[in-house]
């Protein structure tokens, strides 16, 4: 817990009962803490009511529910439920199969949410339970990615699957206030778009989409063009349409179906099954019809709001290709992105709304930098905590001075060691940002290959990211700004790229081909998706990226998130000594203590643990 | 099925009235897809910073 501080009047925003269920407490306008419920219950993409969040926030800034005036939902439950009840008359006898289930949960708990939401609330006995106001899913997100941003003004775009019935919103963002400018409303949806494809190539749908974009790379855009022509009507100003005949998803059980299969003569790919040709190429080709979406939608907000500066949000702003895209462009000058862009982002952008609607300013814009304090804004435990958790688990470690952790841990990572890497505050938004990491060198040509299969224990196609130091960003790649969230792609410098030929390579055989200095965070088209880490936002990983950088003269890190696939990232100690001793991580570095994975006792479990853990 | 049916036959097209956007066409003639944003009646933010004066 970071040590109690006086705050001001507390707004407790809460998104939950969809997907990516989270907590988030905002005091006058500044953000405290922010918790994703799955990473506390270890159920992946958790959507019931964030409890453990919601006790985790308060616990982290010391507060209890006597201390928060306002609960923000971060949508309007009567206005979601018109468009669902409309989209079952469109639908009409094929939503029959998914119309009870739906039905259920609506009448039983979603339509009345603040009810239930003050019940859920009550029930944690963490004081008096305030009162409960919604706000828009759209206005949650367009909140969620100005408010906290370093801009006094920019344009606002928000992209996602669905909220009430929006799924793409412009806004104007000055001073304090959001002007709504324009929609499209569902089916019509980009992220639909990304998700059916998404589930076509056999990926979980609001997981998968993270996967197909990795994949797009090892393909060529073939079907660009059938997309074009059969699945959506994109105007000059990036406003489109989908063909909606041509999807399930009205119906309510899956995504695509036999009219996909006909479009594309190919089968769905089961899920886990062989990964084709025809996967990466319809892959590469959803993935540049999207940027091209992106890049409209940027310009359009360009020429109606005169704003030199871009903010974004919602689902499809994870898809940071795109976001590069939109970046090279120079439609704007610069652009801002919410670390905690999905659904979850939405507490927080509730909570804002809610703050600067009572009468916060934006404290932050004084600084000249965000809000979002590196994104570092969920929970956190101290030596003694940790300590006693490693005891409790039979743990093997050694202290070590903090003068001297992250040499001592730098010189790991330089001898070939894979790190888990365990410090400070989590973060919040689905990347890992150097708290809750598992490090390797990105010298190593087999690191890629070693940490897919033998720790994450996932795909071989999936490519890994580099931390770099801010101030040596620009040696390594072709970015000229900080990237501090990981949401920016941008390619290896030319600098360190190495003479290659693909030849005849296609497909998966794509990633044995050599591309730069550092292999194992270089995809197959010589990109990379980059955190710059400055001081400023991560102090203790920063140090050690320097130590890296003095022990081996490269300043960059192979950065993957603390967890393996299926899971949620590791929240406690104890969860991530489970992943480092399920795993080939070599060794831990979990606050002040250091582990050897040689030295730990045997790890017992009485069933298979990856039988536990649903794959994503 | 049935009580699907019963419920929602006459409603369906009552509701398909009000809500056509699900049954909208491709159109090569418009220049635009974009709508207008919902009028926000319930909004805080806006009720507030009127009452801010900005």
Redesign the interface.
């Known amino acids: 817990m970071t040590a109690p501080a006086a705050h001001g009047e507390l707004v407790l925003g809460i998104s939950a009962f969809y997907h990516d269920s989270a907590a988030a407490l905002v005091a006058d306008g500044v953000p405290l803490a922010a918790s994703h419920e799955e990473r506390h219950s270890r159920r992946r993409h958790d959507a019931s009511f964030p409890k453990r969040a919601v006790a985790a926030c308060l616990g982290e800034v010391g507060a209890t529910l006597d201390d928060v005036s306002t609960v923000a939902y971060y949508e309007d439950p009567r206005l979601k439920f018109r468009r669902i009840l409309a989209s079952y008359a469109a639908a009409g006898a094929r939503g029959a199969g998914s119309f009870g289930d739906t039905m259920g949960g609506w009448l039983s708990y979603k339509l009345r949410v603040e009810r239930t939401i003050a019940r859920q609330l009550a029930a944690l006995g963490l004081g008096r339970v305030p009162p409960v106001v919604c706000r828009r899913h759209h206005e949650s997100h367009a909140a969620s990615a100005f408010l906290p941003s370093p801009f006094e003004s920019a344009a606002v775009l928000c992209v996602d699957g669905v909220g009430e019935w929006a799924t793409t919103t412009l806004w104007h963002g000055q001073g304090t206030v959001l002007r709504p400018i324009a929609q499209i409303r569902f089916p019509h949806s980009l992220g639909l778009l990304y998700s059916a494809f998404t589930y076509f190539c056999g990926f979980k749908v609001d997981s998968g989409e993270y996967k197909l974009m990795g994949l797009a790379p090892y393909g060529k855009p073939a079907y660009a063009e059938v997309i074009r022509r059969e699945l959506v009507d994109v105007k000059p100003d990036g406003s489109f349409r989908l063909d909606v005949g041509r999807f399930e998803f009205l119906f309510g059980r899956q995504m695509t179906g036999g009219a996909f299969e006909e479009l594309f003569g190919v089968e769905r790919r089961p899920p886990e099954g062989a990964l084709l040709a025809h996967h990466f190429d319809l892959a590469a080709s959803v993935q540049v019809v999207t940027e091209e979406v992106m890049v409209r939608l940027a310009r359009t907000a360009r020429a109606v709001t005169g704003e030199r500066n871009l903010c974004l949000a919602g689902g499809v702003a994870l898809n940071c290709v795109a976001n590069g895209r939109i970046l090279r462009s120079r439609i704007f000058e610069d652009l801002w992105i919410q670390p905690a862009a999905g659904d979850a982002g939405g507490a927080l952008g509730a909570a804002m709304a809610v703050s600067i609607a009572a009468g916060a300013s934006r404290p932050h814009l004084a600084r000249g930098t965000d809000a979002m304090a590196g994104a570092l804004l969920g929970t956190s435990q101290g030596e003694r905590q940790i300590g006693d958790a490693l005891d409790r688990l039979g743990a093997v470690y050694e202290r070590v001075d903090d003068d001297k952790l992250h040499d001592v841990v730098a010189g790991k990572l330089a001898d070939g060691a894979v790190v888990g890497w365990y410090q400070g505050r989590m973060e919040f938004g689905p990347r890992a940002l150097g708290s809750r990491s598992i490090l390797g060198d990105p010298r190593d040509p087999g690191m890629q290959r070693r940490m897919n299969l033998k720790i994450k224990f996932r795909e071989s196609f999936r490519p890994f990211a580099p931390a770099v130091l801010e101030e040596h960003a620009s040696e390594f790649f072709d970015l000229d700004r900080p990237s501090p969230y990981m949401l920016l792609v941008a390619q290896v410098a030319e600098g360190q790229q190495l003479p290659h030929a693909d030849g005849e390579a296609r497909g998966l055989d794509l990633l044995h081909v050599p591309r730069s200095t550092i292999p194992a965070v270089t995809h197959v088209d010589g990109s990379a998706r980059i955190q710059t880490v400055a001081r400023r936002d991560n102090p203790s990983f920063h140090r050690l990226l320097t130590a890296f950088h003095a022990a081996t003269g490269c300043p960059v890190l192979v950065n993957t998130s603390f967890n393996v696939r299926g899971e949620p990232i590791v929240a406690s100690p104890e969860d991530a000594y489970r992943c480092f001793m399920r795993t080939n991580i070599d060794a831990l570095a979990v606050g002040p203590f250091v582990l050897e994975k040689r030295d730990q006792p045997p790890w017992r479990e009485s069933d298979d643990w990856r039988t536990e853990i649903p794959l994503d | ?1 049935l009580s ?2 019963a419920v ?1 036959a006459p ?2 097209w009552v ?2 009235q ?2 056509d ?8 003639e ?9 009028m ?1 009646r ?4 806006q ?3 009127r009452r ?1 004066g ?1």
């Open positions: 099925m699907y049916l929602f409603l369906a509701v398909r009000f809500h956007v699900l049954h909208r066409r491709w159109d090569p418009r220049a635009t897809y974009f709508e207008p944003p919902l926000d319930g909004s805080v933010a009720r507030g910073n801010r900005t």
